[in-house]
């Protein structure tokens, strides 16, 4: 092989290795910052093709605050409840000041990490602000309610109004 070929050829692989390398490393650091999105049914049963959550994982877990669960701590920010959808409860623990909107048997999405298999340290409660919206993914586990996109073809019956 002629050296001038030889040459480009060590240097094109060397980019190739490089950019491979710069490319897997930013795959790994992103994967580190996921937060994937949960119900309380997902902690039991665990959907085909979903993994099941791993203690050390961050995580979104959204649900009802259940009636009665909710204690706080008199000397401190700390609050604990319980969230569920269907049938199995989560316990969230929180230290902070809670969104005004936060009340038993209202619909809130907790953000952190799960610190035993059904206790999660949540670092942020967001709390629903309409009475009617929810997640389409809560919606669809909870009332069997199906999201359809307006803008999809799904939406429209055959004569041409919606649904």
């Known amino acids: 092989m002629n050296p001038r070929r030889k040459k480009r050829l060590t240097w094109v692989a060397l980019l190739v290795v490089g950019v491979s390398v710069a490319v897997g ?5 992103m994967s ?29 877990v959204g649900g009802m605050v259940v009636e009665g669960s ?16 269907t049938g199995p409860e ?14 038993e048997g209202q619909g809130i999405v907790a953000q952190g990490e799960l610190v035993e298999p059904r206790v999660l340290k949540a670092s942020e409660v967001l709390a629903k602000h309409d009475e009617e919206y929810m997640p ?22 055959d004569d041409g109004s919606e649904q």
């Open 136 to 157: 389409p993914e809560l919606a669809e586990k909870m009332k069997g309610i199906k999201h359809v996109n307006p803008n999809s073809p799904e939406a429209y019956t």
């Open 70 to 85: 909710v204690k706080r701590n008199r000397d401190t920010l700390e609050v604990k409840f319980n969230i569920t959808d």
């Open 90 to 103: 989560i316990t969230v623990l929180y230290q902070g000041i809670l969104p005004d909107l936060f009340r």
């Open 25 to 29: 490393l930013m795959l790994y650091a």
């Open 32 to 60: 580190q910052s996921i937060n994937l999105f949960y119900t309380p049914s997902d902690f039991v049963e665990v959907e085909e093709g979903k993994q099941a959550p791993v203690v050390g994982q961050r995580m979104r």
